[in-house]
């Protein structure tokens, strides 16, 4: 955090500190707003970058949002032949985001907010802004984000293969995208497992990978990631589902030390610069950890091992990636490939014409890539 927010209220100056899970600054402009405040004059005044801190009642505010949101999606997107349009895509997606965090909510100590008819959000925000011993401000947009990421953690997220929920935390991506599911849940074992029976799960997230594995019979899983929030959702869900005894969590930046006779990594699958903290899940800049995965895989790799990655396609439909780059990574990293399984998606946007990029998304593919040593033994 570190950062505080400045405003005029009442003819005092008035501090507060600022939080935002997103990494957005704190406005330089900021005026009270409450239920006397007009959609289209709220809208107006977030567009032109002035921040609206919120004194009237709470529902009010989520209703004023949704407002806003309506007047910034009449906005038509601009259209251009890929890559150019993704860029355009994101670029409105993000100016939109910014503007609808225009809206800000004053919180006091121990997360609590001073307005009429405002929930109760204490659990929501402890688990993803930690203990609050002092008054804070913080977006409405990004605040009912958290609210609906504690009732994905309550609920969980059903993993047939599983056969029981994953229960994802703020700021961990969630196993919505059932066909990579699949794909790890059928591809054959490697022989080598039978004499060395040590997987690794490499940016293990939610820890969902390595649950599958050990539902397997994978005898030992090493699960790493970096963020401190994937190790602890990892552990918690592994230990949900009676798996602490086959998998360990570890903190690492790709792989453990050691050899495996199985490595799977699920990298982010588009090579774009995130635009937000909670965007390192899907955009992996110059495709920095694909990379790190191909190059470090022989180095811990046992000789009949497989490493498996992976990977949409989709960054290929948008002209981001092509699909000979990533086989010259492959080999120049001095593997080979055994196999592929593939498999279409499913999700509501693969039949939404209406979505800018649904021209690749409906022929996006997502694969098990099941990668060798080059000079493994014949």
């Known amino acids: 955090m570190g950062q505080n927010i400045h405003w005029n209220e009442a003819g005092s100056e008035m501090t507060a500190a600022w939080r935002s899970e997103s990494g957005m600054p704190p406005s330089r402009r900021v005026v009270v707003a409450d239920d006397s405040m007009t959609a289209d004059a709220a809208y107006r005044l977030a567009c032109e970058g002035?921040?609206?801190?919120?004194?009237?009642?709470?529902?009010?505010?989520r209703q004023l949002l949704n407002a806003m949101a309506r007047r910034a999606d009449r906005k038509p997107t601009k259209t251009a032949p890929m890559p150019?349009?993704?860029?355009?895509?994101?670029?409105?997606?993000?100016?939109?985001?910014r503007t609808l965090a225009?809206?800000?909510?004053?919180f006091d100590s121990g997360h609590a907010i001073p307005l009429r008819r405002a929930p109760d959000v204490l659990a929501a925000c402890t688990e993803a802004y930690g203990d609050a011993s002092f008054p804070y401000v913080a977006s409405l947009r990004e605040l009912l984000g958290i609210i609906g990421a504690h009732e994905w953690r309550r609920k969980g997220v059903l993993v047939p293969e599983l056969a029981t929920h994953i229960h994802p935390h703020y700021g961990v991506f969630s196993p919505v995208r059932g066909e990579y599911l699949e794909l790890v849940a059928k591809a054959p074992l490697p022989e080598a497992l039978k004499s060395h029976p040590v997987a690794f799960d490499i940016g293990t997230g939610t820890g969902v990978l390595a649950a599958l594995l050990a539902k397997r019979g994978i005898a030992h899983i090493i699960a790493t990631d970096q963020d401190e929030r994937a190790l602890t959702c990892a552990?918690?869900?592994?230990s949900r589902m009676n798996f602490?005894?086959?998998i360990e969590v570890a903190r690492a930046d790709l792989f453990p030390g050691g050899r495996a006779s199985l490595i799977v990594c699920n990298p982010p699958w588009v090579p774009a610069r995130p635009s937000s903290k909670l965007e390192h899940a899907v955009y992996d800049p110059e495709s920095r950890m694909l990379k790190g995965f191909l190059e470090g895989l022989s180095s811990h790799l046992n000789e009949n091992g497989e490493g498996w990655l992976i990977l949409s396609d989709l960054a290929e439909h948008l002209v981001l990636r092509k699909r000979s780059e990533l086989l010259e990574m492959i080999e120049n990293a001095g593997l080979v490939v055994l196999g592929r399984l593939d498999a279409k998606p499913r999700h509501p946007k693969t039949?939404?014409?209406?979505?800018?990029?649904?021209?690749?998304?409906?022929?996006?593919?997502?694969?098990?890539w099941r990668l060798g040593l080059k000079d493994r033994p014949r």
């Open 102 to 106: 225009m809206l800000l909510i004053p």
């Open 50 to 61: 002035t921040a609206l801190l919120w004194r009237g009642d709470f529902q009010n505010a």
């Open 351 to 368: 039949e939404d014409a209406r979505d800018v990029l649904y021209a690749a998304r409906r022929l996006e593919v997502t694969s098990l």
């Open 244 to 246: 602490q005894e086959s």
């Open 235 to 238: 552990r918690e869900n592994i």
């Open 84 to 97: 150019e349009g993704f860029h355009l895509y994101r670029q409105a997606k993000s100016q939109r985001s």
